[in-house]
């Protein structure tokens, strides 16, 4: 029997609230996950990973994808001009 290696990778910026997210997802991986951490505050040398979050379409963090998948749970709408002009910004 096989076991498929699952690769999970978190999204951070060295917030609280990431820190928490990052040892929560320590906590739940098993042998079978190959767990890489992001730190977009940080970058990466090759950007590789202002690529993926960008292609991922992560816009806020912590956030994190699985097989290459972002998961449901951290899919949020870019802020764009628009949402912020019917929230009342930029009007009189």
Same mark, same amino acid.
């Given at each position: 029997?096989?076991?498929?290696?699952?690769?999970?990778? &978190?999204?951070?910026?060295?917030?609280?609230?990431?820190?928490?997210?990052?040892? &929560?997802?320590?906590?739940?991986?098993? !042998?079978?996950?190959?767990?890489?951490? @992001?730190? &977009?505050?940080?970058?990466?040398?090759?950007?590789?990973?202002?690529?993926?979050? $960008?292609? @991922?379409?992560?816009?806020?963090? !912590?956030?994190?994808?699985?097989?290459?998948?972002?998961?449901?749970?951290? $899919?949020?709408? !870019?802020?764009?001009?628009? &949402?912020? $002009?019917?929230?009342?910004?930029? $009007?009189?």
């Amino acid at each position: 029997m096989t076991i498929t290696k699952r690769k999970v990778e &978190l999204f951070t910026a060295g917030c609280p609230i990431c820190h928490d997210a990052v040892e &929560l997802v320590k906590s739940v991986v098993c !042998p079978s996950c190959d767990l890489q951490i @992001y730190d &977009l505050r940080e970058g990466c040398a090759t950007n590789e990973c202002q690529d993926k979050a $960008r292609r @991922y379409g992560i816009t806020a963090v !912590p956030a994190v994808a699985v097989n290459g998948v972002l998961l449901d749970c951290c $899919r949020r709408a !870019p802020i764009t001009a628009e &949402l912020l $002009r019917t929230a009342g910004i930029g $009007r009189d």
